[in-house]
């Protein structure tokens, strides 16, 4: 399994635990600041529930990241992240 599909894997885990529905949408950020990543299904998902997408998307964060590797950071910052 690749970091891609781990991540899209665990953003839909996270929506099903805050009782959402939909993909991640998961694809290459398209700003280098925001990360690697940006995961475009978070919006989605938000406003299908009728809810704040920037909570959401902290809650998706909260969930995802609490899963995974202290080597890993949820944040764009990439200083504050560990190399291997």
Known sequence: MNIRSL???RIEAAFDS????GDAL???ASR???GDYQSNGVMAAAKRGGLNPREVAQ??????TSR???KISASPDRASSTSP
Request: proline share 9%; charged share 15%; aromatic share 4%.
């Open 59 to 64: 809650q998706v964060i909260d969930t995802v």
């Open 68 to 70: 995974v590797s202290p």
């Open 7 to 9: 991540l899209s894997e």
């Open 32 to 34: 280098p600041e925001f």
């Open 18 to 21: 805050l009782g959402l529905q």
């Open 26 to 28: 998961l694809q290459t």
